[in-house]
């Protein structure tokens, strides 16, 4: 594969906004398609990309069985015409999880069930053929970290253009890292003093610090970058561990009230990874005096009922999933 393959699902640039009252900017990623946002689009553009010029007619992905990677995986591999598979996960039960996998059997998934995280890998094994493009966990590897390569440059454009000053800080859930690796790699090509404040969402935290720095290092050696470069896109993102709480999956009260904050200037959250973002993007803007916040919208917020399309409820094999 190249550096340029994509295959184009959002439409650009996704606006910044600023909200004044909680003294932060939004870079609303939430909106960037119509069919469903999310940080998931910009990652699937490079991925799908790959796979349509590698030839390949089937993706088989892999995560918590409500997870956004798997419903839009689905969505758009099967609107750009590929077979969809997935390894389904057991999760905390939660209704937004549980009808992201109803939407995504609605487009025609097809799910395979592991009882566990460790019983997953030996189940992708026995999944693959010949014509099959692995999606990974979370999308995040150095082919859909180039998407928020993208993201970053689409931000110095908009700097450029007085959308907001030059952040301090971006702040963005951190899930399987490939987001916040992507932004760091980004703002270093793009010249700016940005930081990523990458906020764990699950245990063990520090793994997911490792997971995020070995991509952004991936990522910037595929783009041809120097070693200083490598090394500095690296140092430029931190981890936050204040926001996990119970772990993946878990409200936490500071989210919950993050959530509310965020309505009031009509933005929808979620428990697991935004709310959890949005709560850590709240304290450093009060923290100050600082640099500009930027809090980047991971959630998509396209409405989901028209997706299920008169879908039934889960079978009880995958309704097991959600405990
Ligand atoms: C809504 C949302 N925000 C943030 C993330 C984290 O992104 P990443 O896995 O790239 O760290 C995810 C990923 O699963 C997500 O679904």
Redesign the pocket.
Known sequence: MTTSDRLVLGTYPTPIERLESLGLWVKRDDRVASLYG???VR?LERLLGAARAAGKSHLLTL?AAG???IVATALYGRREGFEVEAVVVPQPSSEHARRNLRVALASGLTPVVAASWPAAPARVATHLRRDTYVVP????NAT??LG?VDAATEVAAQVADSAMPEPEVVV??????????GLAVGFEVAGMRTRVV?VA?SQPAPI?AVM?RRVAKKTAERLGLSRAQVGRAVERIDVDRRWVGRGYGWPLPEGEAAMRAAAGVGLAL?A???AK?FACALALAREGPRGAVLFWH???TAPMEALLGGAAELPPDLARLFR
């Open positions: 999310g940080n998931k990652k995560g997870s956004h990677q966990l979370g999308g995040s859909g970290s928020f963005v859930a951190m899930g399987s890292g490939g987001t916040a690796a990458g969402i997911l995020a979620d697991t990874y935004t973002a991971t959630l998509s």
